[in-house]
T-cell receptor
Framework: QKEVEQDPGPLSVPEGAIVSLNCTYS??????FMWYRQYSRKGPELLMY????GNKEDGRFTAQVDKSSKYISLFIRDSQPSDSATYLC??????????FGTGTRLTVIP | SQTIHQWPATLVQPVGSPLSLECTVE??????LYWYRQAAGRGLQLLFY??????ISSEVPQNLSASRPQDRQFILSSKKLLLSDSGFYLC???????????FGSGTRLTVV
């Protein structure tokens, strides 16, 4: 079983829509959860970082962690064409290395 | 502020040729350094990581090797490239807290 599972998509939405991106993970010891955004032919950039369960909001982005169901979500409100990218979830426990999902490719249509 | 440099951006190499990809970090000291490979539909695969000069940990057996000759320099090498070495190679760094990795812009390697 993979440490992190992520639906690869692709996901296509109209501009202004609310986007929901999701991952599941297998190890209950994971405590740190991240979302990265990767534009085509670029390196991933850290978008959101959360510790343990709960929500974290940053502008139009909300990261949500449900440790009871081992479920990670990223919500994008009022999506923009500039949000078109691949989104990768990642998680780790303690000082261990990150485990990444395979990424979900999102296209926001003007 | 911290920056990470990775080069070259693209590379086309024949099978059996050597490889050297370089990554340097500025604005920090004693970073943790990582080499990842990203294949389409397969996500990011950790190849090597280093917590200090000369300290290299390999995550998967392969045709590649890594070295860290200086605190902020990380090199990915191969003596003889295989077709299967093609991919998008990413260097990343983190501080000792491992808060979040900062990635370089990547090298797209095509072995022909």
């Amino acid at each position: 079983q993979k440490e992190v599972e992520q639906d690869p998509g692709p996901l296509s939405v109209p501009e202004g829509a609310i986007v929901s991106l999701n991952c599941t993970y297998s190890n209950s010891a994971f405590q740190y959860f991240m979302w990265y955004r990767q534009y085509s032919r670029k390196g991933p950039e850290l978008l959101m970082y959360t510790y343990s369960s709960g929500n974290k909001e940053d502008g139009r982005f909300t990261a949500q962690v449900d440790k009871s169901s081992k479920y990670i979500s990223l919500f994008i409100r009022d999506s923009q064409p500039s949000d078109s990218a691949t989104y990768l979830c990642a998680t780790r426990s303690g000082a261990n290395n990150l485990f990444f999902g395979t990424g979900t490719r999102l296209t926001v249509i003007p | 502020s911290q920056t990470i440099h990775q080069w070259p951006a693209t590379l086309v190499q024949p099978v059996g040729s050597p490889l050297s990809l370089e990554c340097t970090v500025e604005g920090t000291s004693n970073p943790n350094l990582y080499w990842y490979r990203q294949a389409a539909g397969r996500g990011l695969q950790l190849l090597f990581y280093s917590v200090g000069i000369g300290q290299i940990s390999s995550e998967v057996p392969q045709n590649l090797s890594a070295s860290r000759p200086q605190d902020r320099q990380f090199i990915l090498s191969s003596k003889k490239l295989l077709l299967s070495d093609s991919g998008f190679y990413l260097c990343a760094w983190s501080d000792q807290s491992n808060y979040g990795y900062t990635f370089g812009s990547g090298t797209r390697l095509t072995v022909v």
